[in-house]
T-cell receptor
Framework: GNSVTQMEGPVTLSEEAFLTINCTYTATGYPSLFWYVQYPGEGLQLLLK?????DKGSNKGFEATYRKETTSFHLEKGSVQVSDSAVYFCALQPFTGGGNKLTFGTGTQLKVEL | GAGVSQSPSNKVTEKGKDVELRCDPI?????LYWYRQSLGQGLEFLIY????????KSGLPSDRFSAERTGGSVSTLTIQRTQQEDSAVYLC??????????FGPGTRLTVT
């Protein structure tokens, strides 16, 4: 079946540090890949997406590249801010079969300190 | 424009009671999803609607859980004879297309 594996959190960084949150997936075919973010007390928001191999999704300074060869979709940001503190979820949506449902990783909490 | 709304935002119920959770999707979105977020299980898919029909109910954990959607819009998730393990945040999402799902704020259900 489909699955997503994320690095365990929490990840604690100083402001302006470089961020990487690892995400790998297992799926047949060519799924679409997503990063969602959940700020404290708020709902899930789509951060970025990539729908085919080698695509790069980007938004708000965050980037992730769909790597078919390593089945990965790692999230990166060059300089984090305190306001980036949140829980980040990697997710996949199968290309065929399995409907359009999202399969999520367990989430990675990011804490950014001054 | 208005996003996905869910009601109630919080629900506390006694074990054994029935509860109904409501989702109002974004106008015009034909697809609607229910997910559950709990500490032990993370984010789990429950059910997917396309229009008023549910082609994928594979995530419903037991026959105590049911959902319907009427008029291609509002959806209700019903949990009968609630158990403590049903305590979670229930999330609704709607989608205009295959790729993007827009989530509501969730209903936090606590079963005492």
């Amino acid at each position: 079946g489909n699955s997503v594996t994320q690095m365990e959190g929490p990840v604690t960084l100083s402001e302006e540090a470089f961020l990487t949150i690892n995400c790998t997936y297992t799926a047949t075919g060519y799924p679409s890949l997503f990063w969602y973010v959940q700020y404290p007390g708020e709902g899930l928001q789509l951060l970025l997406k990539a729908t085919k191999a080698d695509d790069k999704g980007s938004n708000k300074g965050f980037e992730a590249t769909y790597r078919k060869e390593t089945t990965s979709f790692h999230l990166e940001k060059g300089s984090v801010q305190v306001s980036d503190s949140a829980v980040y979820f990697c997710a996949l949506q199968p290309f065929t079969g399995g409907g359009n449902k999202l399969t999520f990783g367990t989430g990675t909490q990011l804490k950014v300190e001054l | 424009g208005a996003g996905v709304s869910q009601s109630p935002s919080n629900k506390v119920t006694e074990k054994g009671k029935d509860v109904e959770l409501r989702c109002d999707p974004i106008s015009g979105h034909t697809a609607l999803y229910w997910y559950r977020q709990s500490l032990g299980q993370g984010l789990e898919f429950l059910i997917y609607f396309q229009g008023n029909s549910a082609p994928d109910k594979s995530g419903l954990p037991s026959d105590r859980f049911s959902a319907e959607r009427t008029g291609g819009s509002v959806s209700t998730l019903t949990i009968q004879r609630t158990q403590q393990e049903d305590s979670a945040v229930y999330l609704c999402a709607s989608s205009p297309n295959r790729d993007e799902q827009y989530f509501g704020p969730g209903t936090r259900l606590t079963v005492t």
